[in-house]
């Protein structure tokens, strides 16, 4: 008899380590942020998603991702969209999946721009067997998280007293 696994989920999660004399300026990307979200208005889905556009900077965080994943994992990724989530403090992102937002898309990454240690967790739903577990990651400021775009998540409450900002990527499969 021979098993076969016909199930599996992936999920990276580390900090950006850009080589030496590159560097992905996150007050940059905040800004462009912070001026979708409160001079354009561009709301997304919600009232802390806004669409974001493209700048220099998250070109080359899409870029860094992408070229990490095939390098060191052997997963091929092209960019796809980006948009913001922005958590005011006492407040969570309630479950989402991105292919209800973008169903072209087949990873997604959610990176910490403007995010203090121990102030929020990331947190992945997905069902094991039948059984639904979770699995839970902290998210800082220049960590990233990448997982499959059809699974649920959400992000736990923002404990800090400041408002903290994330950049969502999402990608497919070329």
Do not use: Q
């Not at 403090?89 to 292919?99: K, S, T, V, Y």
């Amino acid at each position: 008899m021979k098993k076969k696994v016909l199930s599996e989920i992936d999920l990276y999660a580390e900090e950006v380590k850009i080589p030496c004399g590159f560097k992905i300026d996150r007050k940059l990307i905040l800004s462009r942020i912070l001026y979708n979200c409160f001079i354009e208005r561009k709301s997304f889905d919600s009232r802390n998603t806004f669409e974001v556009t493209h700048s220099k900077e998250m070109g080359w965080f899409s870029e860094y991702i992408s070229e990490h994943m095939y390098l060191r994992h052997g997963l091929d990724l092209e960019h796809y969209k980006h948009y913001s989530l922005i958590l005011y403090p006492g407040e969570m992102r309630a479950i989402r999946n991105e292919h209800t937002l973008s169903p072209l898309s087949n990873y997604t990454a959610i990176y910490g721009v403007d995010v203090p240690k121990n102030s929020t967790e990331f947190i992945l739903n997905f069902k094991d067997k039948n059984k639904l577990k979770t699995h839970r990651e902290e998210i800082y400021d220049n960590k990233f998280v990448l997982f499959p775009s059809n699974e649920n998540y959400f992000l736990a409450k923002n404990t800090s007293s400041h408002l903290i900002c994330f950049l969502i990527c999402n990608y497919k499969r070329p």
